[in-house]
């Protein structure tokens, strides 16, 4: 297998970053050198107590730095909330959203920081600098763009066809409400943050981990410039399914998949992302074995597909669909 040195992941929360944590342990062993760029979902950010919360790039950070709540895939490890009550006892905050004691000092520092002029990716960086994730961690964009969800119905003080958060959608309401369509709210004004296309352009890897194919993967993609840079990038692309026998393996992408029209099956994902021959991302798309009988008609679109074991159960197992991934759409090493 040739040496990689350049790989770029495009990742949303929990699973971009397990996935990535399992592909750093790959490339340490076997391409040691490697240099990860992780492109990160800011989608479902938002201003909360006057702090800017960033759901997906402090999972990834947390995640990668060892300082994530294994249980809960997000947050901190032995949390307490105890100002987040101080805040609900003034009646302001959201009451259904955790925002755990610990987790607040890096809201307070980010803000802090964005407050003093850095941008987001700057932020990013320093608040890297404690946590050592091990790869280079930038937002999809530095400017704001938040997801938001139109309901269909009302739901409590919301009214049908009204927009929410997607955090308030995905938390508050389990995405259990109804949903007509996700608006992007600032894509128009927003660009590509600082060398987010240049790690796409100059990657000899590209992977799209088996993050949320709507809300995350979707939102990185449609950032200006961002889609056109993976289908134009001189690196192979690789993808790995987030549907493993027709379910959702976390969180509720069934549900996002549904407000964009697309099934929830492992082929239909990999169809969806589309194969680059055919103007779409992808070279290569990883599917679970029990969905194996996805790879022929993946295959007949051409993509280059294969069933493996993708269960994420512990970093060897992640680390061996790295490399499964990687294999998938290596050129054949002379
Ligand atoms: N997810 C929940 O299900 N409940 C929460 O109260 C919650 C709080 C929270 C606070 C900070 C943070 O970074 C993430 C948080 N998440 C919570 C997870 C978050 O909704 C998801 O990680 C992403 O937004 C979707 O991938």
Redesign the pocket.
Known sequence: MTQLHRVTVLA???GGARFTRGLLALLADAHPGADVTVVVNTG?DMWLNGLR?C??L??VMYTLGGGINEEQ???RPDETRRTSAEIAAYGKGWD????GDL?LATHIVRTELLRNGATLGEATEFLSGRWQPGARLLPMSDQPVETHVRLRDAADEHEAGSLIHF?EW??RYRAGVPATEFVQVGLESASAAPGVLEAIGDADLVVIPPS?PVV?IGTILNVPGIGDAVRETSARVVGISPIIGGAAVR?MADACLTVIGVETGAAAVGLHYGARSGGGLLDGWLVAEEDADAVSQLTDAGLVARAVPLWMRDVPATAAMAEAAISLVSPPSR
Do not use: I
Not at 96 to 99: A, G, M, R, V
């Open positions: 949303g929360g929990v479902d919360v759901p997906d402090d999972t895939g997000w947050g259904w959203f955790t925002l987790d955090e995905w938390v949320n995350s969180g």
